[in-house]
């Protein structure tokens, strides 16, 4: 069985900073494909980043430039550096994995509860 539990969530204000933690434990080999995820009151849940076994990464339009995934296997950890942020990345922010490339699409097998990150203007 695969647990994803996140962390690093929390408020800032636009223009700041947060990072975001993902600790997978478990079965690791489902950690091979991952990705971060959000979702917004009202709205369906979208691909933010995401990263294949070979390191390769994907990135929404939205964040690219500012919000940055990696990985360390070592530690069983995903995290997503959020830089210059907005008001209207504010949102429940999911990690999820796989063993099987989703790329942003929502379709991995494993997710984690979820972690809130609120920006104010």
């Known amino acids: 069985q695969v647990q994803l539990v996140e962390s690093g969530g929390g408020s800032v204000q636009s223009g700041g900073s947060l990072r975001l933690s993902c600790v997978v434990s478990?079965?690791?080999?489902?950690?091979?494909?991952m990705g971060w995820f959000r979702q917004a009151p009202g709205k369906e849940r979208e691909g933010v980043a995401a990263?294949?076994?070979?390191?390769?990464?994907d990135y929404a339009d939205s964040v690219k430039g500012r919000f940055t995934i990696s990985q360390d296997k070592a530690k069983n950890t995903l995290y997503l550096q959020m830089n210059s942020l907005k008001p209207e990345d504010t949102a429940m922010y999911y990690c999820?994995?796989?063993?099987?490339?989703?790329?942003?699409?929502?379709?991995?097998?494993?997710w984690g509860m979820g972690t809130q990150v609120t920006v104010s203007s």
């Open positions: 990263i294949d076994s070979g390191g390769s990464r």
């Open positions: 999820a994995a796989d063993r099987i490339y989703w790329w942003l699409s929502p379709n991995y097998r494993y």
């Open positions: 478990g079965d690791i080999y489902s950690m091979s494909y």
